[in-house]
């Protein structure tokens, strides 16, 4: 593998593992709050 | 300043409805400048010139070294949110705590698959059990550790106690990763900005310390927006159980 290679690897493995971990935990908020609405509403 | 004082200014903080509308006015202003400011520094770390001696492969160090600060910056909150836990019993430092090891767990596993894939053009290899190498995969590990416990304990008062103590211990490891260049002969490099007075006459040209200085601080707000909102789902997730048990209770 060529030196550009390396790079474009570190920086796409990067930009993936980051965005998968917010979407994943801004998803998290939001499933957990909706739980939350749900059985309050049939409190 | 006194016992009570400190007690009477965490106990302010120690609402979980203040602290839930608190996060989300500071969401935002985590998020925002996070993102605006990653993406310069992408620029800035694309528009770098390459180094006369690595090449293209410098610009990896524009990410790894970030990524370490933030894998050995998050456990540091852990180990404070552990005491928190154990010594003051603050409501919100198991979530502070519990919250921040998937992220911290993330950073630490791209500092090692970045450092990898730098090492490899750079020293000819993607791996070395040097004392640099070795104790930041043992952070990565005791990340995973830590995670095996929240996940393995149901009781989570019991779970937060556990995890706790184990991250106390493992904090041992933050001087030996700092240090361990210092310590022992390693094939890593020995830090480039080590100190306020190594960062007013660094080692770095300043068209490397720009980009590096700018994804560090973009990545450094990112992970504040990320843990407020890993800490907001845990509180509602605890809600939602506490709710749901109440119910059952009342149906039975």
Redesign the interface.
Known sequence: MDQATFVTLSYAISSLVISGLALWIFLSARNAKAKVDQLEKQR | MSDAVINSGLAAYANPARFMRLSQTLVPFFALPAVALIAYG?WLSFTAPADYQQ???V??MF??VP?AWLAMMTYSIMTIAALGTLVWRHPLADVAGKAAL??GA?FT??CL??GS??G??TWGTYWVWDARLTSVLVLFLIYLGLIAIHRAIEDKGLAARAAAIVTLVGSINLPIIKYSVQWWNTLHQPASISSLKRLANPALPPEYLWPLFTIAIGLTL?FFA?HL??M???I??R??DG??RR?ARQAG
Request: hydrophobic share 55%.
């Open positions: 992408l090449g293209e492969t610009r990896i990410i790894h990524f998937p992220i993330a596993a791209l698959i970045t894939l730098w490899r053009p990112l990320l909102t890993a907001r789902a845990e509602w997730s809600k939602a709710l749901s119910m």
